[in-house]
Nanobody
Framework: VQLVESGGGLAQAGGSLRLSCTAS????????VAWFRRPPGKAREFVAL????????DYADAVKGRFTVSRDNAKNTAYLQMNSLKFEDTAVYYC?????????????????WGQGIQVTVSS
């Protein structure tokens, strides 16, 4: 399984970006998908997750109310809509997935990872 992120780039504080995560493989609809990020000089941290059906999501406190995770299984794609961006949202964002039905905010439980995409928010 390969995951490819797109949609990153530069945004102004208060602005919006939408990240996409497109997966190869037919079983994407069974995966739990999560987004993580690595801010400059810091460890990678959990951002959001969505289960296979899309009926359950979870968010880090830092992004609740501003970010929305969604998915379109017919397109093998998950999304992270980021609104009201803040300077501290600047990071490399990673899409991750596991095919074991595990719902976790811990990166150790995710088998498949994208290469990461830069999001830079100017203040």
């Amino acid at each position: 399984v390969q995951l490819v992120e797109s949609g990153g780039g530069l945004a102004q504080a208060g602005g919006s970006l939408r990240l996409s995560c497109t997966a190869s493989g037919r079983a994407f609809g069974t995966y739990t998908v999560a987004w993580f990020r690595r801010p400059p000089g810091k460890a990678r941290e959990f951002v959001a997750l969505i289960i296979w059906s899309g009926t359950t999501t979870d968010y880090a406190d830092a992004v609740k109310g501003r970010f929305t995770v969604s998915r379109d299984n017919a397109k093998n794609t998950a999304y992270l809509q980021m609104n009201s961006l803040k300077f501290e949202d600047t990071a490399v964002y990673y899409c991750a997935a596991n095919d074991r039905g595990i719902i976790s905010t811990t990166e150790d439980f995710y088998t498949y990872w994208g290469q990461g995409i830069q999001v830079t928010v100017s203040s």
